[in-house]
C-alpha cells in the first residue's frame, strides 16, 4: 500500500482522536512540521498530550493548539518564548513536564528502540528528579528515566521518497530522526518528495521502515523564532557592562577548546574568541563549528540555535541529531560550558531555569551541560533587579546542578568557586574574589554578596 498521501489533512486521517498523545519534532520553530501542525489543529482533536523540545510559540508552531485549548499536558525541555504557553502553566490551565533536554532526546530515541529506561547523570539532585528511583555507578548518583512513546509522531524532513526515507537539512534534523521511531504511526512531511532510488542510500537519516505515511508540504514559512545579528541589527541588550563581562568570559577559552554557550550573556562571548585561536563551538540542537554571525540578509532558518544566534558555518563543521549532540554533551566530550544564571550558591550550585510562581521557562540543555562538561562558568549580573544578591550560601530557587560551577563572571567581580569549602565552610574553599572590573570597590561587592568570601585580587 502506498504510504504517500496528497496533503497534510488526508495524512492524518483516521489517526486522530481526543486524549491521545502526539510527539513533534523541531527545536524552536527550525524543523517543525508546519503543514500537519496546522492539520492537527483543524482536526479539533482535544485533550491532547504533546511531546517535544517546545511547543512553539505564540500563534505559531504548536502553539496554535495552546490558543485553541486542544493541550492537556505538554513534555518538553523549554517554554521559551511562548508567553501564552508560560501563562496557562501558572494559572494551573496546564499540566507541563519538564524535561531536560538530552533526557528528553534520549528517552524519545529509547522508546524508539524498545529500551524502557535507563539512568543518567543529569538531574540528580535537583526538582526534576524528584520520586525517581536513583542509583550509584562508581560512585556517583544517576537518575532511571523511561522511554516515551507516543500514539503519533509528526516530524519534517527536507528530502523524502516514496518508500518513507528521510534526508533532513542542516539543524532542521535536530528532534526529528528521534521523533520518527517513538510511535505507534509515523507521519512525515518533506519540502521535496522523490521517486524511489533518487536519493543516496548513504546519506539516508531517517530509513523507511520508521515512516508510515508521507507528504509533500507547501508553503513553509520558516519563522525565526528568535536572532541575534551584528552590525546596524544587533541587540539593544548589548550594553558596555554585558561586553565587559563576555570579554571576560572569553579568556576562560584555551586553542583546541569544544565550547557550549548559553543563551543571554554567554552568546556574545563567541564575538571576542582571541585572533588566532582554534575553538570549536557547540551547539544542543546538532551542530559542532559556529562561525561568524551573519547580516540580517543572510539569515538561513534550518540553521537557527534556537534562543540563541543566528549562525553560519566554518570548514570542518558538522551536522547531527539532539540525541547525538547529548551524547557528546553526557559524554564529557565538551571542555567548557558558559551559563547565565539566577542564582550561584558558594558551594557551586547553580540555579537558572524558572522562579516558583512567576516564570517557567525549563531546563533546556542547561542541566545535560552542568551534569557532563568537564568546566561551567556562570556569568550573570551580581544582583537581581531589586538589588538583592544573586550570590548566596544557599541558592532558594530550584537548582539545575549542584557543585558544578568553577569561575563566576559578574557586573562587578570574579570569583572563583573553590571545591571543599561553600555553604559558609571552611577558608580552603567556597568564594575566592580575584579580580575587580573597573571603579569597582572591595565594598562594593561585600555590600552585594550574600556569601562570605576570601579576598585573593590579581
Same mark, same amino acid.
Given at each position: 500500500?502506498?504510504?504517500?498521501?496528497?496533503?497534510?489533512?488526508?495524512?492524518?486521517?483516521?489517526?486522530?482522536?481526543?486524549?491521545?498523545?502526539?510527539?513533534?519534532?523541531?527545536?524552536?520553530?527550525?524543523?517543525?512540521? @508546519?503543514?500537519?501542525?496546522?492539520?492537527?489543529?483543524?482536526?479539533?482533536?482535544?485533550?491532547?498530550?504533546?511531546?517535544?523540545?517546545?511547543?512553539?510559540? $505564540?500563534?505559531?508552531?504548536?502553539?496554535?493548539?495552546?490558543?485553541?485549548?486542544?493541550?492537556?499536558?505538554?513534555?518538553?525541555?523549554?517554554?521559551?518564548?511562548?508567553?501564552?504557553?508560560?501563562?496557562?502553566?501558572?494559572?494551573?490551565?496546564?499540566?507541563?513536564?519538564?524535561?531536560?533536554?538530552?533526557?528528553?532526546?534520549?528517552?524519545?530515541?529509547?522508546?524508539?528502540?524498545?529500551?524502557?529506561?535507563?539512568?543518567?547523570?543529569?538531574?540528580?539532585?535537583?526538582?526534576?528528579? %524528584?520520586?525517581? %528511583?536513583?542509583?550509584?555507578?562508581?560512585?556517583?548518583?544517576?537518575?532511571?528515566?523511561? /522511554?516515551?512513546?507516543? %500514539?503519533?509522531?509528526?516530524?519534517?524532513?527536507?528530502?523524502? $521518497?516514496?518508500?518513507?526515507?528521510?534526508?533532513?537539512?542542516?539543524?532542521?534534523?535536530?528532534?526529528?530522526?528521534?521523533?520518527?521511531?517513538?510511535?505507534?504511526?509515523?507521519?512525515?512531511?518533506?519540502?521535496?518528495?522523490?521517486?524511489?532510488?533518487?536519493?543516496?542510500?548513504?546519506?539516508?537519516?531517517?530509513?523507511?521502515?520508521?515512516?508510515?505515511?508521507?507528504?509533500? /508540504?507547501?508553503?513553509?514559512?520558516?519563522?525565526?523564532?528568535?536572532?541575534?545579528?551584528?552590525?546596524?541589527?544587533?541587540?539593544?541588550?548589548?550594553?558596555?557592562?554585558?561586553?565587559?563581562?563576555?570579554?571576560?568570559?572569553?579568556? @576562560?577559552?584555551?586553542?583546541?577548546?569544544?565550547?557550549?554557550?548559553?543563551?543571554?550573556?554567554?552568546?556574545?562571548?563567541?564575538?571576542?574568541?582571541?585572533?588566532?585561536?582554534?575553538?570549536?563551538?557547540?551547539? %544542543?540542537?546538532?551542530?559542532?563549528?559556529?562561525?561568524?554571525?551573519?547580516?540580517?540578509?543572510?539569515?538561513?532558518?534550518?540553521?537557527?540555535?534556537?534562543?540563541?544566534?543566528?549562525?553560519?558555518?566554518?570548514?570542518?563543521?558538522?551536522?547531527?541529531?539532539?540525541?547525538?549532540?547529548?551524547?557528546?554533551?553526557?559524554?564529557?566530550? !565538551?571542555?567548557?560550558? !558558559?551559563? /547565565?544564571?539566577? @542564582?550561584?550558591?558558594?558551594?557551586?550550585?547553580?540555579?537558572?531555569?524558572?522562579?516558583?510562581?512567576?516564570?517557567?521557562? /525549563?531546563?533546556?540543555?542547561?542541566?545535560?551541560?552542568?551534569?557532563?562538561?568537564?568546566?561551567?562558568?556562570?556569568?550573570?549580573?551580581?544582583?537581581?533587579?531589586?538589588?538583592?544578591?544573586?550570590?548566596?550560601?544557599?541558592?532558594?530557587?530550584? !537548582?539545575?546542578?549542584?557543585?558544578?560551577?568553577?569561575?563566576?563572571?559578574?557586573?562587578?567581580?570574579?570569583?572563583?568557586?573553590?571545591?571543599?569549602?561553600?555553604?559558609?565552610?571552611?577558608?580552603?574553599?567556597?568564594?575566592?574574589?580575584?579580580?575587580?572590573?573597573?571603579?569597582?570597590?572591595?565594598? $562594593?561587592?561585600?555590600?552585594?554578596?550574600?556569601?562570605?568570601?576570601?579576598?585573593?585580587?590579581?
Amino acid at each position: 500500500m502506498s504510504k504517500v498521501y496528497p496533503s497534510a489533512k488526508a495524512a492524518l486521517a483516521g489517526l486522530l482522536h481526543d486524549n491521545m498523545t502526539i510527539a513533534a519534532g523541531g527545536f524552536g520553530l527550525c524543523g517543525i512540521p @508546519e503543514n500537519l501542525i496546522v492539520a492537527l489543529r483543524d482536526s479539533g482533536a482535544k485533550g491532547l498530550t504533546i511531546v517535544g523540545n517546545n511547543a512553539g510559540v $505564540d500563534g505559531f508552531g504548536m502553539g496554535i493548539l495552546l490558543t485553541t485549548r486542544q493541550v492537556k499536558k505538554v513534555m518538553a525541555s523549554y517554554v521559551g518564548e511562548n508567553k501564552e504557553f508560560e501563562r496557562q502553566v501558572l494559572a494551573g490551565e496546564l499540566e507541563l513536564e519538564l524535561i531536560p533536554q538530552g533526557t528528553l532526546a534520549e528517552r524519545l530515541r529509547a522508546g524508539g528502540a524498545g529500551i524502557p529506561g535507563f539512568y543518567t547523570r543529569t538531574a540528580f539532585g535537583t526538582k526534576l528528579a %524528584e520520586g525517581k %528511583e536513583t542509583k550509584v555507578f562508581d560512585g556517583k548518583e544517576y537518575v532511571l528515566e523511561p /522511554g516515551i512513546r507516543a %500514539e503519533v509522531a509528526l516530524v519534517k524532513a527536507w528530502k523524502g $521518497d516514496k518508500s518513507g526515507n528521510l534526508v533532513f537539512r542542516k539543524t532542521a534534523r535536530n528532534f526529528n530522526p528521534m521523533i520518527a521511531t517513538c510511535a505507534k504511526v509515523c507521519v512525515a512531511e518533506v519540502e521535496e518528495l522523490v521517486e524511489v532510488g533518487q536519493l543516496d542510500p548513504d546519506s539516508i537519516h531517517t530509513p523507511g521502515i520508521y515512516v508510515d505515511r508521507i507528504n509533500q /508540504g507547501v508553503n513553509y514559512e520558516k519563522r525565526i523564532e528568535f536572532r541575534t545579528v551584528q552590525g546596524a541589527a544587533a541587540s539593544k541588550k548589548e550594553t558596555p557592562i554585558r561586553e565587559l563581562m563576555a570579554r571576560r568570559a572569553a579568556q @576562560e577559552l584555551r586553542d583546541g577548546y569544544y565550547v557550549n554557550l548559553g543563551i543571554g550573556i554567554p552568546t556574545l562571548v563567541a564575538n571576542f574568541i582571541p585572533a588566532g585561536m582554534n575553538v570549536t563551538l557547540q551547539s %544542543e540542537n546538532g551542530l559542532l563549528g559556529i562561525g561568524p554571525f551573519p547580516a540580517d540578509d543572510q539569515v538561513d532558518p534550518d540553521l537557527i540555535n534556537a534562543g540563541k544566534q543566528t549562525i553560519t558555518t566554518i570548514p570542518g563543521s558538522a551536522f547531527f541529531s539532539s540525541a547525538d549532540s547529548f551524547a557528546m554533551i553526557r559524554g564529557g566530550h !565538551i571542555d567548557l560550558s !558558559i551559563l /547565565g544564571a539566577l @542564582e550561584v550558591a558558594d558551594n557551586g550550585d547553580i540555579a537558572n531555569w524558572m522562579v516558583p510562581g512567576k516564570m517557567v521557562k /525549563g531546563p533546556g540543555g542547561a542541566m545535560d551541560l552542568v551534569a557532563g562538561v568537564r568546566r561551567v562558568v556562570a556569568v550573570m549580573e551580581h544582583t537581581a533587579k531589586d538589588g538583592s544578591p544573586k550570590i548566596l550560601q544557599q541558592c532558594t530557587l530550584p !537548582i539545575t546542578g549542584k557543585g558544578v560551577v568553577s569561575l563566576i563572571i559578574t557586573d562587578l567581580c570574579v570569583f572563583e568557586v573553590k571545591p571543599g569549602g561553600g555553604q559558609g565552610g571552611s577558608a580552603s574553599g567556597g568564594l575566592v574574589l580575584t579580580e575587580l572590573h573597573p571603579g569597582v570597590s572591595l565594598d $562594593d561587592v561585600k555590600a552585594k554578596t550574600g556569601a562570605p568570601f576570601a579576598v585573593a585580587l590579581k
